[in-house]
T-cell receptor
Framework: EDKVVQSPLSLVVHEGDTVTLNCSYE??????LLWYKQEKKAPTFLFML????IEKKSGRLSSILDKKELFSILNITATQTGDSAIYLC???????????????FGKGTLLTVNP | DAGVIQSPRHEVTEMGQEVTLRCKPI?????LFWYRQTMMRGLELLIY????????DSGMPEDRFSAKMPNASFSTLKIQPSEPRDSAVYFC??????????????FGPGTRLTVT
């Protein structure tokens, strides 16, 4: 069974700190890894990663994938209180035995940024 | 753009009752996804459609759950009969592009279902 594990489960930091969120996975037929941010309501898409070693960047957020070691990290620099949210990692993999793809989410990391 | 629209936003029902959740995807999007989120299990993909056709329903927990997409602008997720363990937030999401894979998805606000 495909597995996605995020760490830490929760994290409390002060504004201005830099944080690193981790996502490791065990899937067969990997296709891509996705990061989402979930505040009070629905998840919003951050990044999709398909190739190892290529950093995706959006403002203070960046992410990179290591397909050999089967993990990804999400970095947030100069954190702000608005970064407080649950960060979800998901892995898209070919559904062996069929012709479909399957998306598996991790449990998320709850980030709290205090002023 | 109105985004993905879900109704109702909150639903409280008694065990054994039928529940129908509704979703209107973003216009022009050809893939639609139903998710369930609980504290215990996190976010789970239940079923997804491409061009109104169900592609994979392996995430549907049991026969009490069914989903339909009669046209490109409407989908329903039905639970019959409902049970307390079905209590969760149900999200609908849509995306455009190839059905093979999960490109950027836009989530609706969710329906919080409570079954007593």
């Amino acid at each position: 069974e495909d597995k996605v594990v995020q760490s830490p489960l929760s994290l409390v930091v002060h504004e201005g700190d830099t944080v690193t969120l981790n996502c490791s996975y065990e899937v067969t037929n990997f296709r891509s890894l996705l990061w989402y941010k979930q505040e009070k309501k629905a998840p919003t898409f951050l990044f999709m990663l398909t190739s190892s070693g290529i950093e995706k960047k959006s403002g203070r957020l960046s992410s990179i994938l290591d397909k050999k070691e089967l993990f990804s990290i999400l970095n947030i620099t100069a954190t702000q209180t608005g970064d407080s949210a649950i960060y979800l990692c998901a892995v898209d993999a070919f559904n062996s035995g069929g012709s479909n793809y399957k998306l598996t989410f991790g449990k998320g990391t709850l980030l709290t940024v205090n002023p | 753009d109105a985004g993905v629209i879900q109704s109702p936003r909150h639903e409280v029902t008694e065990m054994g009752q039928e529940v129908t959740l509704r979703c209107k995807p973003i216009s022009g999007h050809n893939s639609l996804f139903w998710y369930r989120q609980t504290m215990m299990r996190g976010l789970e993909l239940l079923i997804y459609f491409n061009n109104n056709v169900p592609i994979d329903d392996s995430g549907m927990p049991e026969d009490r759950f069914s989903a339909k997409m009669p046209n490109a602008s409407f989908s329903t997720l039905k639970i019959q009969p409902s049970e307390p363990r079905d209590s969760a937030v149900y999200f609908c999401a849509s995306s455009k592009g190839e059905w093979q894979g999960f490109p950027e998805q836009y989530f609706g606000p969710g329906t919080r279902l409570t079954v007593t």
